[in-house]
């Protein structure tokens, strides 16, 4: 069984609909996908459709965006009742931010000499339900300015680059307490991660996320190398959090994450299955079932 819990569509920063993600998974000899869009659940629905059709198990999800002591953390938050409303609030609030990041990263960008508008954006984002960093990117590349989104963060719009504007993220410990509130598991999505550089995220403070409700550690991703992995998956045996494999597929949008280039056990995946119900029944929130076809 082929299980890829961590993967984007174009209602985030993927470039493709949730219907090619999961047609796309099909074709891949995936069993068990996950969408898991930046700060929005506006995918889930047209992915579940197609999941159907497709007879692929779904598991909705959201990557929203935290910090923890000043530096990016991503959590992926699993099957949460979305209607929850302080959830729903604070994913609204970093939506926002997203949006209001964009005249000020533009404003950077011109005063660097490169002209582009608001509307470019907004129409390379197309279905997008914010602005993000990669928008700007592939507007870049539509202008020629670069070649891909990957010069386009190395040249301009990385955290140290010349056009970086920093944007709201939730409180990483709150947003774990937010998700199981909500009825939901979360999962730190690659801790160690080359684009970010928190030492914060140690053994002990896996421990305390624990205590907070969090379920699981990526530990498969690209962004880790051998030792990390193997370092993260003592963490996660040390104190029986639940260990995942997933790709971060974007598309075309990111090179090297294709669908399935990491998997979780199916072990793991039953154990987080079994903590969302958990989670579930503790809340009183009615969350989304994994779709089992
Ligand atoms: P934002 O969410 O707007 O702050 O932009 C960050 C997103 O950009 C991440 O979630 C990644 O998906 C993407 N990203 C970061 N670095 C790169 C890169 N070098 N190439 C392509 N995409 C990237
Ligand atoms: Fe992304
Ligand atoms: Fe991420
Ligand atoms: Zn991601």
Redesign the pocket.
Known sequence: MRIDLHT?SDRS?GTTTPTELVNHAGKRGIDVLAITD?DTTEGWAEAAEAAEREGLTLVRGI?V?CKLEGS?V?LLAYLPDPTYEPLAAELGRILEG?NARLPATLAKLRHLGIEIEEDDVRRVAGDAAA????HV?DALVEKGVVQD??E???TYL?SRGPAYVK?YAAPLEEMVRMVAAAGGVSVVAHPWGR?YTHQALDEARFAALQDEGLAGIEVDHQDHDERERETLRAIARNLDLVVTGSS?Y?GD??VDHDLGCNTTDPEDFARLVDLARASAAASGRTTPTVLVP
Do not use: L, N, T
């Open positions: 984007h920063d930046h990557e965006s990016a991503h997203r602005m993000g960093r990669p990117a989104r990957s386009a963060f190395d990385g944007r684009r971060d974007h949008g990111k």
